[in-house]
């Protein structure tokens, strides 16, 4: 099936350690999204790349960092987890701008 | 700036009942609307959308209808089923800079649906 698959949908980690998420899409997208979702905040963009070899900061990007590997995959690093960045993070992307995005089913992590 | 802001819930309703989840925005530009649905442990999915004033668009019995006179982007179903019980998010995405878009999103709203 088409769509956004993000891995993996678990994650614990401890503070200080290091993870990537991945994320694919199958839809010949050019913009990728990466966002968290925390009770009572709704959505909040961390980084986006509106095409292939670009990437720009969103709403929260502090603590993280991405990569557009390639039209299909774009990666998200945290590099020394914290408590605060508990949330589940969705990965999304978007072809023409007027229509809306597909999203992956998400990852919960949780930093102890 | 640009935002988005719909009714707080949680919504609870009984089965058949006639559902309005109220969403306005204030906008720069001329935004694309959205409502987008997240059931539980789930990703959002693309509910409908609008491009234009006094667009409506409709998926799976719910419609909404683009009213740039009141900025309103108001979801309503004539008859919810338990399978409805989700959060529902209304957003809208606009030109930003050169060229750009960006996309907005309300805080979302819980519906459950009572058998």
């Known amino acids: 099936n088409a769509g956004v698959t993000q891995t993996p949908k678990f994650q614990v980690l401890k503070t200080g350690q290091s993870m990537t998420l991945q994320c694919a899409q199958d839809m010949n997208h050019n913009s990728m999204y990466w966002y968290r979702q925390d009770p009572g905040m709704g959505l909040r963009l961390i980084y986006y790349s509106a095409s292939e070899g670009t990437t720009d900061k969103g709403e929260v990007p502090n603590g993280y960092n991405v990569s557009r590997l390639n039209k299909r995959e774009f990666s998200l690093r945290l590099e020394s987890a914290a408590p605060s960045q508990t949330s589940v993070y969705f990965c999304?992307?978007?072809?023409?701008?007027?229509?809306?995005?597909?999203f992956g089913s998400g990852t919960r992590l949780t930093v102890v | 700036g640009d935002s988005v802001t719909q009714m707080e819930g949680p919504v609870t309703l009984s089965e058949e009942a006639f559902l309005t989840i109220n969403c306005t925005y204030t906008a720069t530009g001329y935004p694309s609307l959205f409502w987008y649905v997240q059931y539980p442990g789930e990703g959002l999915q693309l509910l409908l959308k609008?491009?234009?004033?006094?667009d409506k668009g409709s998926n799976k019995g719910f419609e909404a209808t683009y009213r740039k006179e009141t900025t309103s982007f108001h979801l309503e179903k004539g008859s919810v089923q338990v399978s409805d019980s989700a959060v529902y998010f209304c957003?809208?995405?606009?030109?930003f800079g050169t060229g750009g878009f960006k996309t907005i999103f309300g805080a979302g709203t819980r519906l459950f649906v009572k058998a």
């Open positions: 609008a491009t234009k004033a006094d």
């Open positions: 957003a809208l995405s606009d030109r």
């Open positions: 999304a992307s978007k072809g023409d701008p007027v229509y809306g995005y597909t």
